[in-house]
């Protein structure tokens, strides 16, 4: 019956409130609505109905796992929420957008840069970083350290250290002061992983939308083939 009554109250769109899930404070649903980006507040029906969307239809729920970011429709009456439905999207190997690493950013300035840098090469006086080599996954895989002293070539994983990173994704921007020289360099990258091919945050995601672990597996891993080896 409920099934029915959720098909019907969507076949009207002017119906509902669409917004981004932020959060749950006892029964207190907080959405962030696009029209205007604000986050407002609304209350939850001790006996609301739940509805999951994978892409195929809603089909009704005891719970959900939200990590905040997910889209919802939330159908209120009598000045409370009276049905939900979540919207998750269809099983992909990019459901990290939640996380605080999906994107990030890191601004330092040349001189503290400059003095990380000589613990490893004595190259003196820092004038840039530049990146030589990017792997099949677009990270960098070899950087070249210019300085007034000497220059370095820094490879794989070593990367990480010398410049103080979670991840080798980025790509590098650069200030600079009225006579041209830099000033400070800033680090904008995705993620946060050794770069092997599977994002725990994604793979969560993943679950959440009702993908198994070998519908996960062969998502990050194309043509392989899993079988018990024992």
């Not at 960098?140 to 010398?162: F, M, P, T, Y």
């Not at 103080?164 to 800033?186: N, S």
Request: with cysteine; proline share 3%.
């Amino acid at each position: 019956m409920a099934f029915y009554l959720a098909q019907v109250i969507r076949s009207y769109p002017d119906i509902g409130m669409d917004g981004i899930f932020k959060g749950l404070d006892k029964e207190i649903l907080e959405l962030e609505q696009e029209e205007d980006n604000e986050t407002k507040q609304f209350a939850l029906s001790p006996d609301f109905f739940l509805f999951v969307n994978n892409g195929n239809g809603p089909s009704l729920a005891s719970h959900v796992y939200l990590l905040g970011g997910e889209e919802l429709k939330a159908f209120e009456s009598g000045g409370k929420v009276r049905m939900v439905e979540v919207f998750y999207p269809t099983p992909t190997n990019i459901l990290d957008r939640s996380s605080t690493f999906h994107r990030w950013q890191r601004r330092i300035s040349r001189q503290a840069l400059e003095k990380r840098v000589n613990r490893y090469y004595p190259v003196g006086e820092l004038e840039d970083i530049v990146p030589q080599k990017r792997g099949v996954s677009k990270r960098v895989i070899e950087i070249s350290i210019r300085g007034k002293e000497a220059q370095a070539v820094v490879k794989g994983l070593r990367i990480r250290r010398v410049l103080g990173l979670g991840e080798t994704l980025f790509v590098i921007d650069r200030e600079f002061d009225q006579k041209g020289r830099i000033t400070h360099f800033t680090f904008l990258g995705k993620g946060l992983g050794h770069g092997v091919g599977l994002c725990q945050v994604g793979a969560f995601g993943m679950a959440q939308a009702g993908a198994d672990y070998k519908q996960i597996l062969k998502k990050y891993y194309r043509g392989i083939k899993i079988s018990k080896s024992y």
